[in-house]
């Protein structure tokens, strides 16, 4: 088999004016969707965040690969690795790396062609499922009034719950009680998670409380300030949240301070910011930054770097489960073959795909069922892209004037003068 061309869009997917740390999501979410496709005829497809500095950068790597065995992992890996400049995850909620993306949404269409060309899900070329549907957690936002993109959202749920919450702020506890009640019974989630790091820590904690009074204590709760605080209001905050919050997210910056409250507290933190590289392993085990790691195979590099990590896991006694950003049908099917694949999963995944929900590019989305992706079965990812869907992806992205993801700017333009403050309370 050979790589005989490889096909970049970049595309732009309507999303709602959603807070966090860093400030407020612009009315779309960037995506580059990376086609690769062999001398025989077969795609293979991969998705990664989107910018026109990670999109020259798989321009490059393009030129480097085709004529490649897809089969031949290692080989584009070491040849990506010999392109890739140093970079930084930067102090944005996001990760800001280029060549990571690269790899991952590289090796991910690698992995759907394979699959394909021999007649197996891409699950099994991971060595094979041990479950066959994926949970996934509610995934709530503070938000500003709008729905987001030219496109709207045309569902007929918009007249309540988490649909309507993008038609007006639910910027208390009551609004986003409602959001997780609606979403929980469009999908059937089993847990919660709430976007922290927007408002004061006591509205957030206030909210986390009314989720609790609300869903009882049998639905895990989870909070994610992004970072924003320092280690005395994240101590303070907790102390309310012992025994209510099922894993505390990235409260502080830095695995040091990550550490402080960790011994502050009696309870797991997570982190998809502190330890985010291989780099940062032998300080996560120095100093015990985090009881339970996030993966990203966006952000790792790919499958097979996220397999590493959850050995990782396996051995130094951290809980695994799998972060999130924005994203289409292509990075959920991803993201569902390789939580199937991992035998230590241990918390539900993350997934901001109802917030996307309706805008996908796929001719049949994925399917949930209480809570959990069914891991899909055909070949490959076992999705087919629709083309029609696709190009008119590509046509809002030549439209909407955004080349990268800037919260910042978003914010400005509701609040003028507001900066991104990496601790600001």
């Excluded at 009551?174 to 059937?188: D, F, S």
């Excluded at 439209?399 to 978003?410: H, P, Y």
Aim: net charge negative; aromatic share 8%; glycine share 8%.
């Amino acid at each position: 088999m050979q790589i005989s061309d490889i096909r970049i869009s970049s595309v732009a997917v309507p999303d709602p004016p959603l807070l966090n740390a860093a400030g407020l999501h612009a009315p779309y979410a960037l995506r580059l969707i990376v086609e690769i496709v062999s001398a025989d005829g077969i795609s293979g497809w991969g998705e990664i965040p989107g910018s026109e500095a990670t999109r020259a950068a798989l321009e490059l790597a393009a030129e480097r690969i085709i004529g490649r065995d897809p089969w031949q992992l290692n080989a584009i890996s070491a040849t990506l690795g010999s392109l890739a400049n140093p970079d930084d995850r930067g102090a944005s909620p996001w990760d800001q790396r280029t060549w990571v993306h690269v790899q991952s949404a590289i090796e991910v269409a690698c992995y759907d062609l394979m699959g394909k060309s021999v007649g197996r899900p891409v699950v099994d070329l991971l060595g094979g499922a041990v479950r066959d549907a994926v949970p996934f957690a509610a995934y709530l936002f503070y938000k500003h009034e709008g729905a987001g993109g030219e496109f709207g959202f045309e569902r007929d749920e918009t007249a309540s719950g988490w649909f309507a919450a993008r038609q007006e702020a639910a910027l208390d506890p009551a609004g986003i009680v409602a959001q997780a009640e609606a979403m929980v019974a469009h999908y059937g989630f089993k847990s919660i998670k709430l976007k922290g790091g927007a408002f004061e820590p006591q509205v957030e904690v206030d909210s986390i409380l009314a989720l609790r009074e609300a869903f009882g204590p049998d639905v895990p709760l989870r909070l994610d300030p992004n970072a924003i605080w320092r280690a005395d209001t994240a101590i303070e905050a907790g102390k309310q949240l012992e025994g209510v919050l099922e894993y505390y997210e990235d409260p502080v910056r830095g695995q040091e301070t990550m550490a402080a409250v960790a011994r502050g507290l009696d309870i797991p933190l997570a982190t998809n910011m502190c330890t985010t590289s291989f780099a940062d392993l032998p300080g996560s085990i120095k100093h015990q930054s985090e009881a339970i790691i996030l993966s990203d195979h966006h952000f790792w590099g790919g499958f097979r770097p996220s397999l590493e990590l959850a050995r990782f896991c396996a051995v130094f006694g951290r809980g695994l489960s799998m972060h999130s950003n924005s994203h289409l049908g292509i990075s959920l099917a991803a993201m569902v073959h390789l939580a199937a694949a991992v035998p230590n999963l241990t918390y539900d995944c993350d997934t901001h795909y109802p917030w996307q929900d309706g805008h996908d590019l796929l001719v049949e989305p994925l399917l949930f069922e209480d809570g959990a992706a069914l891991v899909p079965t055909a070949p490959g990812l076992g999705i087919e892209v629709d083309r029609d869907k696709l190009a008119a992806l590509q046509r809002n992205y030549l439209a909407c004037g955004l080349t990268e993801r800037n919260d910042e700017v978003e914010m400005q333009k509701v609040q003028p003068g507001w900066t991104f403050q990496p601790t600001r309370w």
